[in-house]
């Protein structure tokens, strides 16, 4: 009988460092998506990347009644991840028009709190240091346009 309970014994502990392997592994596995993450760095981007409150408080003092086109969003959000190529292709359709620039809600909530972000991704378009809209979730890019065509003195192009 002993023998059986110390059979069964083994069983129950081998079956647990499987299972707690298996989960670590999912763990580890769930957390490294860099490859799904756009590049704050990518060289031949148009979207800037608020990196500090001061770099912040320079665009909008030097902004002048250039559109900005301020994208809060947050690494682990997947409509964030959908939204990043649209505002690229929008960036650089319009560039003469827009600056767009991205925050990172984690790494900047003071900023993400004067602009009264309650969902992301979040984009603020701004105008002569007011934000003259908002827009929290994922639109069709013809709305961020629309927008941008509406409060930019030239049009989009």
């Known amino acids: 009988m002993t023998e059986n309970i110390e059979y069964n014994t ?13 989960f670590f592994w999912v763990m580890v596995s769930c957390g490294n998506n860099t490859g799904n993450q756009p590049q704050d760095s990518a060289k031949d981007s148009v979207i800037g990347s608020i990196k500090s409150l001061e770099q912040f408080n320079n665009i909008m003092e030097t902004s002048k ?17 959908e939204l990043f190529p ?9 560039q003469d028009i827009v600056a767009i620039y991205r925050i990172n809600i984690d790494r900047h909530s003071e900023l993400a709190s004067s602009f009264r972000v309650t969902g992301i991704p979040h984009v603020a378009f701004v105008k002569n240091k007011e934000n003259v809209l908002s827009l929290t ?16 003195e030239n049009g989009t192009s």
Not at 10 to 22: A, G, L, Y
Not at 67 to 79: E, I, N, Q, R, S
Request: proline fraction near 5%.
């Open 10 to 22: 083994r069983w129950v502990r081998f079956f647990i460092s499987v299972v707690t392997v298996f």
């Open 65 to 81: 009644d250039r559109l900005l086109v301020l994208d809060f969003y947050a690494d682990w959000c997947p409509p964030c991840k």
């Open 86 to 94: 649209v505002l690229e292709k929008i960036g650089k359709e319009n």
């Open 137 to 152: 979730g994922l639109y069709p890019k013809n709305m961020y346009l629309k927008v941008i065509q509406q409060y930019s």
